[in-house]
Every structure is written in structure tokens, then in C-alpha cells.
């Protein structure tokens, strides 16, 4: 490595050469003055081979990327073959997963100020001191589609799927086929709540706070039981809201009809006091005592019907109320039968399994460096 001949160096150290091959295998130790005159005569001489010494991969604490691109340089075949390998396993592994159709209804609340046309009415009602019959009640819709009454309705309820037949989901989850013995009370219980656990995991639900625009995807197996759900969701909620807003006016309604009953015999009483004081007191004016009394029942009479009068014009507020009762929630999109798959997607399965591939690939490549 040198480029020394043996000959040459034995005579310019002035030994033989039989004794520097020696020195060489190591048959007899090297004296000092030996060492002294080599390092005299050779000042520059190597004593180990660097011409095939590696870069390190990690010099001062630092990764040398250098060094890591030439790895994978001189391993791209390896690599290459591994990480093609590894992309048909994970698709060849979707195959073995269930297909999930999605399917979509979106949802966008009404407008409230819908009926200008009564704000005369409402304004009346208020300078009585009287509220406005405001009766849209704010409801939470994501809460209202995890809810047990939703999910009860969806399971227990006949779908139709793709292949023309009609069954519910727990027929379709095949969830009461779990007990072999008669099912009893509690296994009922038991089956509903198993039931309800895995449709809202079936379900999502997305509420944009900005617009107000709700969407509520389900995912099943059978594209058309997916639509059908989303689409019997999206009304069972617009149901609900109606139906309870409904109720609240139709309580008020008849609290105000059977308090305006009250009233108006009250008043026709207060009224035939009052005529009944001035067929038997005709001169009442010229008497202050009898001319209180006068006072006294003409403001009752007064009072009530002032009351009177509140209450019936409440009445029409509310009957107009029940009438009008619009959906607070409006059917922006139903949902349609999926035509393809949202699950499993066979180009991720691909690529994850792929970078699987390649990391262990690369790693081995730099394991073995």
C-alpha cells in the first residue's frame, strides 16, 4: 500500500530480508532502533489501509444525508422489489374487509322571521305586557340524531335492501342470532342497547357553525339501507322539532282559551252589577258616596275588559301560531343509494403498505451499512 519493495526497504534499513519478512509475520519481535530507523526512512509511512474505509453514517452528532442517499442508491433495486412486494400484500388485504357504502342528507334551518305579515298582532300582544308566542325552542340536532329515539326508530323499523328484501337492522347485524335459548325481557333489553350502540357508531353527524348547515352520513353495507336511514332520520328530526313546538302552542292556545272563559263571565258579571246600580241609584251623580260606588264598579268593568280584550287578541296570536307552524329545519339534499364504495379504500391500503415496505426496506439497507 505503500509501493515498497521488500528488497528496498530491507537495505535501507540495513537488515536482510529473510529478517523482514519475519518482522512482518510477526516470527520475531521488532527492536526499537529497528522502529527508530523505519520512522527515519519512511517519515510518510502508512501503517493501515484507508482506501476501502466507509464514510460514517453519523459524524459529530449529525446525520450525514449523503451518506443516506448513496444507501438507498446502491439498495434502490432492493428496495424497490420490497416496497412492490409489500403494495400488492395491502391490496390483496383489502379484499379481505367488509365494503361500508356512504350516503349523505343535508339539512339547513329555516328562517324565523317568516311571517312579517302578523307583526302587527305580535306588537299589540306585547304592549300588553304579553309575549310574542315565539315558540321555536333552540334544539341541538347532533344530539337529537345520537339520540335512543332516533335510533329506536331506525332499528326497529323495515328496510328494503338491494336485493329486494325488506329487514331491520338487527336482522340485518343478524344481532339477535347471539342467543340460542328463547329470548327473555332482559335479553331484549340487552339486544336493543347492542343494537343502539353500533348504529351510532353507523352514524355521523356535522353541524357547520357558521352556516348552520347540517349533515348526517351513514355508513352500511347495503347502499340503499344507507339512503333510506339518512333520509328517515333527516325527517323523524324535522317531526320531532314540529311536533314539539306544536304541543307548546297548542298548551298556550288552551290556557289562554279557558282563562279568556273566566274572564268574560267575570266581565258580564262586573257589567250587570253596573247596570243594576244605575236602574236602582238614577241620581248617583249628586251623591259622593254613591257616586264611589259607580266608580268602583265602572273601573272593574273597565278592567276586565281591557283583559278581555288582551286575551282574545293572545287567542288569535295563537291560533295563528299553530296554523303556521313551518319546519325549523329544511331538506337541503336528500340522500341517494352510493354508487361506489367509501370503504375500504383499496389506493390507501396500497400506499400505507407501501411506505411499510419501503421504511423496513431502508432500514434494513442501513442496519446492514
Request: charged share 25%; aromatic share 10%.
Amino acid at each position: 500500500m505503500n509501493d515498497i519493495r521488500q528488497e528496498d526497504m530491507a537495505e535501507k534499513m540495513k537488515i536482510s530480508r529473510a529478517t523482514l519478512i519475519n518482522y512482518e509475520k510477526g516470527h520475531t519481535a521488532i527492536n526499537t532502533d529497528v522502529l527508530i530507523r523505519l520512522e527515519e526512512c519512511y517519515p510518510n509511512f502508512s501503517k493501515y489501509d484507508n482506501s476501502n474505509q466507509k464514510p460514517q453514517l453519523i459524524n459529530d452528532n449529525y446525520v450525514d444525508l449523503q451518506v443516506l442517499f448513496s444507501i438507498l442508491q446502491n439498495n434502490i433495486k432492493t428496495t424497490s422489489l420490497i416496497t412492490i412486494i409489500f403494495m400488492i400484500i395491502g391490496l390483496s388485504t383489502s379484499f379481505l374487509f367488509i365494503k361500508y357504502y356512504d350516503s349523505e342528507i343535508s339539512l339547513y334551518p329555516a328562517k324565523k322571521d317568516n311571517l312579517n305579515q302578523f307583526s302587527q298582532f305580535q306588537s299589540l300582544a306585547m304592549n300588553f305586557g304579553i309575549s310574542n308566542f315565539d315558540n321555536e325552542q333552540s334544539f341541538n340536532i347532533p344530539d337529537l340524531v345520537k339520540s335512543k329515539l332516533i335510533a329506536t326508530s331506525a332499528i326497529n323499523k323495515k328496510w328494503k335492501t338491494q336485493f329486494g328484501s325488506s329487514l331491520n337492522l338487527l336482522d340485518l347485524w343478524s344481532i339477535s342470532d347471539d342467543y340460542s335459548r328463547p329470548i327473555q325481557p332482559i335479553d331484549s333489553l340487552r339486544i336493543m342497547e347492542l343494537a343502539i350502540k353500533k348504529f351510532h357508531k353507523h352514524i355521523s353527524v356535522n353541524e357547520d357553525q357558521r352556516t348552520g348547515l347540517i349533515r348526517i352520513k351513514t355508513t352500511f353495507r347495503d347502499p340503499f339501507v344507507a339512503s333510506q336511514i339518512a333520509n328517515s332520520i333527516g325527517l323523524d328530526i324535522q317531526n320531532y322539532i314540529q311536533k314539539e313546538n306544536s304541543v307548546q302552542s297548542k298548551k298556550e292556545k288552551i290556557f289562554i282559551s279557558d282563562r279568556l272563559l273566566i274572564v268574560k263571565k267575570e266581565l258580564e258579571l262586573a257589567e250587570l252589577n253596573l247596570k243594576n246600580f244605575k236602574e236602582r241609584n238614577r241620581g248617583y251623580e249628586d251623591s259622593p258616596e254613591l257616586f264611589m260606588m259607580y266608580s268602583r264598579l265602572n273601573r272593574d268593568v273597565e278592567l276586565k275588559k281591557e283583559v278581555f280584550l288582551t286575551l282574545q287578541q293572545q287567542l288569535e296570536l295563537a291560533r295563528i301560531e299553530e296554523v303556521r307552524q313551518s319546519p325549523i329545519l329544511h331538506i337541503l339534499d336528500l340522500a341517494v343509494p352510493a354508487s361506489q364504495k367509501s370503504s375500504p379504500n383499496r389506493i390507501f391500503f396500497m400506499i400505507i403498505f407501501g411506505l411499510i415496505g419501503f421504511i423496513c426496506s431502508y432500514l434494513r439497507a442501513i442496519l446492514k451499512y
